[in-house]
């Protein structure tokens, strides 16, 4: 079946150093690629979107790049902060309607 | 505000005594969905509803059913809950298509 594979499981970086998260999918059809960010205690949030007919989007300290002909998206996050620390999930659709999620990233900024 | 509530955020229950999670939305959405999560697997779906009295298995069903008898809630029941049910749970609603899922705060269930 279709899937969203994540690398990696748990990253630490050095507050101030940039942080990628990779994700590879399987549906050539998917076209909708969101990364959610989960705090302690909370649900996840959309931090980031990106739709198939763009390679690469920007908000802020954020960035996600898309290679659609290697089914590989990855997020960026350049000098990261405390705040930074948290779970983030990459995700992609499946037909019309669905989103199947990555297993998620444990994100660890070291002061 | 845009929000999806669930409730409780915490339950505590014994095996075999049926439960129901509650979840609202109030931004008029047509999709809403169940997710479990779990360490080291992910969010899995559960069940999702296109609309009122339209529901559809998620990739872990097995032990829960749902229903949408409204366009604004879509409760999560387990029937006879069993230890292997205890789990985060997180409801999330989005509008038409492919777009930007709401998720609540999250119920934390612990099945002895």
């Known amino acids: 079946g279709e899937n969203v594979e994540q690398h990696p499981s748990t990253l630490s970086v050095q507050e101030g150093d940039s942080a990628v998260i990779k994700c590879t999918y399987s549906d050539s059809a998917s076209n909708y690629f969101p990364w959610y960010k989960q705090e302690l205690g909370k649900g996840p949030q959309l931090i980031i979107d990106?739709?198939?007919?763009?390679g690469e989007k920007k908000d802020q300290r954020i960035a996600v790049t898309l290679n659609k002909t290697a089914k590989h998206f990855s997020l960026h996050i350049t000098e990261t902060q405390p705040e930074d620390s948290a779970v983030y999930f990459c995700a992609a659709s499946i037909g019309d309607d669905k989103i199947i999620f990555g297993k998620g990233t444990r994100l660890h900024i070291l002061p | 505000e845009a929000q999806v509530t669930q409730n409780p955020r915490y339950l505590i229950t014994v095996t075999g005594k049926k439960l129901t999670v509650t979840c609202s939305q109030n931004?008029?959405?047509?999709?809403m969905s169940w997710y479990r999560q779990d360490p080291g697997l992910g969010l899995r779906q559960i069940y999702y509803?296109?609309?009122?009295?339209?529901?559809d298995k998620g990739d872990v069903p097995e032990g829960y059913k749902v229903s949408r008898k409204e366009k604004r809630n879509f409760p999560l029941i387990l029937e006879s809950p069993s230890p292997n049910q205890t789990s985060l749970y997180f409801c999330a609603s989005w509008g038409q298509g492919a777009s930007r899922l709401f998720f609540g705060s999250g119920t934390q269930l612990s099945v002895l």
């Open positions: 990106i739709r198939s007919n763009v």
């Open positions: 931004m008029n959405h047509e999709y």
């Open positions: 509803s296109m609309n009122v009295e339209v529901t």
